[in-house]
């Protein structure tokens, strides 16, 4: 079946986006002597997927031309017409992406914020969470994690260290 991904990058302190919604501080600190001799590759983790999902405010800010060879789903709650690659979807979202998860086809990588991950790890249907720490303390901003989630057991499968960037794979753990 396929796995629904999240991959984002935060701050050390949990933010994903300034107050503002940039991202210019997604940096490393170009200290390479910790770097691991594997680095994570992001092309190559988008061929590893065939859909896209964000919400709308990501869908806004986003460069599409780097998406155009995937499905890409948009969360709105505005009702708006399909195009090209692009598939709106309203409604309960982890639902949506339940049934899109049965499709053959490659992973699912969800990209974009808080507001996008945060019903869908309440849902608890994530399978792989990649998260970059970025060596920045924002101090305040978007965050990634909302309060009250469940709790979800997690196993690291993978890390990388680049230019002092953290990249961490954690899949869920199997229970008995």
Same mark, same amino acid.
């Given at each position: ?7 984002? =990058?935060?701050?050390?302190?949990? /933010?994903?986006?300034?107050? +503002? ?11 390479? +002597? ?11 983790? #988008?061929?590893? *997927? ?7 405010? =990501?869908?806004?800010?986003? @460069?599409?031309? #780097?998406?155009?060879? &995937?499905? *890409? ?6 009702? !708006? ?9 309203? %409604?309960?979202? =982890? ?9 053959? %086809?490659?992973?699912?990588? #969800?990209?974009?914020?808080? %507001?996008?991950?945060? @019903?869908?790890? !309440? =849902?608890?249907?994530?399978?792989? /969470?990649?998260? %970059? $720490?970025? @060596? +920045? $303390?924002?101090? !305040? ?8 989630? @469940? +709790?979800?057991?997690? &196993? #690291? !499968?993978?890390?990388? $260290? ?7 794979? /954690? ?6």
């Amino acid at each position: 079946m396929r796995k629904i991904i999240m991959n984002l =990058a935060m701050s050390l302190d949990g /933010y994903i986006a300034s107050e +503002t919604g940039t991202f210019d501080w997604i940096v490393g600190d170009g200290d390479n +002597t910790l770097n691991t001799e594997d680095s994570f590759d992001f092309e190559e983790f #988008l061929s590893s *997927v065939d859909t896209i999902v964000m919400g709308r405010k =990501a869908f806004e800010d986003c @460069p599409l031309e #780097l998406f155009s060879k &995937h499905k *890409v789903l948009v969360a709105t709650s505005q009702l !708006k017409e399909s195009y090209d690659n692009v598939n709106f979807i309203n %409604g309960d979202l =982890a639902n949506c992406l339940k049934l899109e998860q049965q499709k053959e %086809g490659k992973d699912i990588y #969800l990209f974009g914020g808080g %507001g996008l991950i945060d @019903p869908l790890i !309440k =849902a608890d249907i994530i399978d792989e /969470y990649i998260i %970059g $720490i970025i @060596p +920045t $303390i924002l101090g !305040k901003g978007r965050k990634l994690f909302y309060d009250n989630n @469940p +709790t979800i057991k997690l &196993h #690291l !499968k993978d890390y990388t $260290i680049s230019g002092g960037i953290v990249i961490m794979t /954690y899949m869920k753990r199997k229970t008995d």
